[in-house]
């Protein structure tokens, strides 16, 4: 009897959950139908929609690195959510004077400059959750009063003097919407602790900071390499015959030698921690191999040495966290004037202010002695025909000006030109019938 009125409730808990569903999917069916009719799609893959009278812009996982011009301006909502974008400059939203929300989720957010929202005045809900965050100040909410809705929760928090101001601000009893579950990552003293709760009297105290330092006295750096505290932070670890980047480099550093050493490869993320630095040198190691993400973090770095190395080519995207690079040393290596290195002179191309010197075709044969750049300006004056590469596999459009390929580039980094890394055999032959 137990069984059978056990057997009952089951049945009934299902046709229940069915027709819930059913009820469900007829809502959402006819919402998708109203949407449908008013989309429209711009240029760039974004979607423009109205639901409720509200105006959407819909640009998500669109591999966006930037806000782009001539979006409409008289959105409600924006959804840039699941995009690449890494830095937030002064003014980017400036002209969606109607924004009511604003999704920025998972990026790859590590940087916002104080006046990066400045302008949207009706903004009620940001979300900055799942980004690279570690500092912001309270600053950049200022010209936001009608805030109510603040995700940021899963950034790498570092909870020093810096964030100050805004634990500070997230504590104030109206703000209670503001930040929830936002968790320190750093330093180790603070890890987990929400910043909702954390004492911020505990985030300036020297004593405290000191503290913190303390580990470090006997990390590899300071053993192996010599530190000079003026005028700024340098560490000098100059011919000590190091085969890697030392760990706990002092994340107050701002220049680093490591000139004449035997380190043969960079690993990603190597100085993430050291985000202050401005000087580089590696020259006259033994680098062969730079992966992808080496260089993460180093948004402020300025001159960067690579002389005297056994570089063939940069991996495509290795140069993209160097924001603010204006020097870059490419002397004394072996650069090879093939497919590869169209990545590192597409980047020079795209970032003008960036000084360099050194690169020289030493092979193949036929380019020996040329500038990397003539060589890539032949490659680019050949007939375009003969560099028709089908880059969506069949489906998509045939590509064929290294312009636009770059475009595609710039669009997708996991479209890597893996196909074009050789030049492709000719697809079609000639037959002249004379
Ligand atoms: C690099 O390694 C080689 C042999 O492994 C050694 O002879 C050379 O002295 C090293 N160079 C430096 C700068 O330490
Ligand atoms: C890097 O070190 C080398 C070797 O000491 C030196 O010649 C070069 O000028 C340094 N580069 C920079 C940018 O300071
Ligand atoms: C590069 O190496 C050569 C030979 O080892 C040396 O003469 C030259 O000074 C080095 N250049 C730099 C910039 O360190």
């Given at each position: 009897m137990r069984l059978f009125t056990a057997l009952l409730l089951l049945v009934l808990v299902f046709i229940v959950a069915a027709a819930q569903r059913g009820k469900r999917q007829r809502q959402?069916?006819?919402r998708g139908r109203r949407r449908l009719n008013s989309i429209k799609h711009l240029?760039?893959?974004?979607?423009?929609?109205?639901?409720?009278?509200?105006?959407?812009?819909d640009c998500q996982d669109c591999h966006?690195?930037?806000?782009?011009?001539?979006?409409?301006?008289?959105?409600d909502h924006l959804l840039l959510a699941q995009n690449r974008i890494k830095v937030l400059k002064d003014n980017t939203f400036s002209h969606f004077r109607n924004l009511l929300s604003l999704d920025l989720q998972l990026n790859e957010i590590s940087l916002i400059e104080e006046g990066a929202f400045s302008g949207l005045t009706k903004l009620t809900t940001l979300l900055l959750q799942h980004n690279h965050l570690q500092v912001v100040s309270e600053a950049m909410f200022i010209p936001l009063p009608r805030l109510r809705f603040l995700r940021l929760h899963d950034n790498p928090w570092t909870c020093n003097?810096?964030?100050?101001?805004?634990?500070?601000?997230?504590?104030?009893?109206?703000?209670?919407?503001?930040?929830?579950?936002?968790?320190?990552?750093?330093?180790?003293?603070?890890?987990?602790?929400?910043?909702?709760?954390l004492d911020p009297k505990f985030l300036c105290l020297p004593s405290m900071q000191a503290q913190i330092q303390l580990p470090r006295l006997h990390s590899d750096t300071t053993l192996l390499c010599r530190t000079h505290d003026s005028p700024k932070p340098l560490l000098d670890c100059r011919s000590r015959g190091l085969k890697a980047?030392?760990?706990?480099?002092p994340e107050n550093t701002a220049k680093i030698d490591l000139a004449f050493n035997n380190i043969t490869a960079l690993k990603p993320k190597v100085f993430t921690t050291i985000k202050d630095l401005k000087l580089l040198n590696l020259s006259s190691n033994s680098l062969e191999h730079i992966e992808t993400a080496a260089f993460a973090g180093l948004l402020h770095l300025r001159e960067l040495d690579l002389s005297n190395n056994s570089l063939h080519y940069f991996n495509y995207g290795v140069l993209?966290?160097?924001?603010?690079?204006r020097t870059l040393y490419l002397g004394g290596n072996p650069w090879i004037c093939d497919y590869n290195i169209?990545?590192?002179?597409?980047?020079?191309?795209?970032?003008p202010a960036v000084e360099y010197t050194g690169l020289m075709c030493s092979e193949p044969e036929e380019y020996q002695g040329w500038s990397v750049e003539s060589y890539v300006k032949t490659y680019n004056a050949e007939c375009p025909k003969d560099k028709q590469v089908d880059l969506?596999?069949?489906t998509g459009p045939t590509v064929s000006t290294s312009q636009e390929l770059i475009a595609v580039m710039e669009e997708d980094p996991g479209l890597l030109p893996s196909p074009l890394r050789k030049k492709e055999p000719n697809k079609f032959e000639i037959f002249r019938l004379s």
């Open positions: 959402e069916n006819s240029a760039d893959r974004c979607k423009e929609y109205i639901e409720n009278g509200d105006k959407f812009l966006l690195t930037a806000v782009q011009f001539g979006w409409p301006e008289d959105i003097c810096e964030l100050d101001s805004l634990v500070r601000f997230l504590q104030v009893p109206s703000n209670r919407h503001l930040g929830n579950f936002a968790k320190c990552a750093e330093p180790t003293r603070f890890w987990g602790q929400q910043l909702k709760t980047v030392p760990r706990d480099i993209e966290d160097l924001y603010y690079l169209h990545y590192l002179i597409y980047w020079l191309k795209h970032h969506h596999r069949g």
